[in-house]
């Protein structure tokens, strides 16, 4: 019974998307009037093409994108949940619980599978790389998934878990912000961890199921069904993974906190679910899952490769940047982007995703980081900016006004963050 539900949600998608629009939609010629907004996401206020026409908002017809995704306008891609839209975005989804290997309870979510068919059937993302990623192996002989059999529609038996007790923590560095001086993530995986599982029973595809909380019961759980009451924040998230904003088992649904960013000039939101480096698990609040490290990174889109390149910028403006006297009052720099700006509490990093469906084939959401920072030479020249995709960032680095944090050509950080696509804006 509980599929109906996703069946329903699913169908409904596109006149979720079409709902939320005006109320994005500024009024016709008004200077941005939501000072929250803070041109974070340049693309949505240009939502409603009726912005500095004469012509009232509402004229034209619906985008482009409900007719066919791949076109202009936007697109729910994970659609087994409900987003809404908000300063911090967030998503409802299905909240799964089974039993690990020592019979403990834990709760997981399910964003991606290398099965076309299902994931279509269970509206999650399709992900063919995960077949591949699923493959790396290490010392020890661990491969990046662990395989399970499906037994009365469940899977039972994981051996790899999260310990949600350590408090996150992140210390500024002393001249820059980044690199941090201290990170502590806010949830360790154990050396089993990983989110995928390959289903031994169900032709050896690979599933995205991230743990989202540890041993707890239903009772203490049901007590967040509306999020998080004053003072149990504390005790939450020694229990619950930090992106998490709400967790009902009554309802079985979990609300997880979504994350701006762009994939090719569009901006998009994704969920931050666990880190291959103690690092980013950190800086983007995911389980730290020291087993994703054996998924090879470096290959981008090679054969029989597991990963997409993501880009993340160190040293782009920061709100504080933004000269005195911005029209409306404005406080974020429009220009804002990267770790610095993060960690100073400016929001998001903006980061610069690779593919994502709909827009290209090679979608995974094991993103493989690229570290780039602007050279003193961009800075002091005024050619630092924001970028939005991935070839202008690759031709800014080719130009060499973009580097590794260490000054050396762009290339590979060696690190693997699990952040499944959501929705595109645009
Ligand atoms: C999700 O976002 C909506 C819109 O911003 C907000 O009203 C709601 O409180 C958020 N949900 C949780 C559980 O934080
Ligand atoms: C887990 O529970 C099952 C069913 O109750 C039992 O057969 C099994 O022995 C238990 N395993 C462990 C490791 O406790
Ligand atoms: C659920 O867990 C809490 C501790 O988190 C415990 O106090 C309570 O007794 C448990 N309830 C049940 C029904 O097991
Ligand atoms: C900007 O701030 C000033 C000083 O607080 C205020 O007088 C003015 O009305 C504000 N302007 C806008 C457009 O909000
Ligand atoms: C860039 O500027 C910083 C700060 O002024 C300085 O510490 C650093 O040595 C410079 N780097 C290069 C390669 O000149």
Redesign the pocket.
């Known amino acids: 019974m509980k599929f109906s539900r996703l069946v329903v949600i699913a169908f409904f998608a596109p006149l979720a998307i079409g709902a939320r629009i005006p109320n994005r939609r500024r009024q016709n010629n008004a ?1 941005n009037p939501d ?1 929250l907004s803070g041109l974070d996401d340049p693309t949505i206020d240009i939502e409603n093409g009726a912005f500095g026409t004469a012509i009232t908002a509402g004229y034209q017809g619906p985008m482009a994108s409900y007719e066919d995704h791949a076109l202009v306008g936007p697109v729910d891609l994970l659609r087994s949940g409900t987003v809404s839209f908000g300063v911090v975005s967030n998503i409802t989804m299905p909240l799964y619980t089974s039993q690990s290997s020592t019979n403990a309870t834990y709760w997981f979510i399910v964003t991606d599978s290398s099965d076309e068919g299902n994931a279509r059937q269970l509206a999650i993302n399709f992900a063919p790389k995960l077949r591949f990623a699923a493959q790396g192996v290490d010392g020890d002989g661990l491969t990046g998934a662990e395989q399970l059999a499906i037994v009365n529609n469940n899977i039972y038996g994981r051996v790899g878990m999260v310990d949600f007790s350590p408090v996150r923590k992140i210390v500024p560095g002393a001249s820059t912000p980044f690199p941090p001086a201290f990170v502590q993530p806010g949830s360790v995986g154990d050396d089993n961890y990983t989110p995928l599982v390959q289903l031994k029973n169900a032709g050896y595809e690979v599933w995205n199921a991230p743990i989202i909380a540890g041993n707890v019961n239903d009772t203490y759980l049901n007590q967040f069904c509306d999020g998080i009451p004053e003072g149990m924040s504390e005790d939450f998230y020694s229990k619950v993974h930090d992106q998490v904003l709400a967790i009902c088992p009554r309802t079985t649904t979990v609300t997880m906190k979504l994350i701006e960013g762009f994939s090719f000039g569009k901006s998009v939101l994704y969920l931050i679910a666990d880190g291959s480096d103690p690092l980013p698990a950190t800086l983007d609040g995911g389980n730290y899952a020291k087993r994703l490290s054996v998924v090879k990174t470096g290959d981008d889109d090679a054969l029989f490769s597991g990963i997409e390149r993501f880009f993340v910028n160190t040293n782009g403006y920061t709100n504080a940047d933004l000269p005195p006297g911005a029209p ?2 404005e406080t974020h720099h429009p220009w804002r982007q990267g770790l610095n700006s993060h960690i100073l509490g400016d929001g998001d990093p903006l980061n610069i995703l690779g593919a994502i469906p709909t827009v290209a084939y090679d979608y995974s959401p094991l993103w493989n980081f690229e570290l780039f920072t602007w050279t003193n030479y961009s800075i002091a020249n005024g050619i630092r900016t924001r970028m939005t995709g991935e070839f202008e960032v690759l031709g800014m680095a080719a130009a060499g006004y973009v580097t590794n944090p260490d000054g050396t050509p762009l290339s590979d950080a060696g690190i693997v963050n699990n952040c499944p696509i959501v929705h595109r804006n645009l």
């Open positions: 200077f000072s409306n009052n």
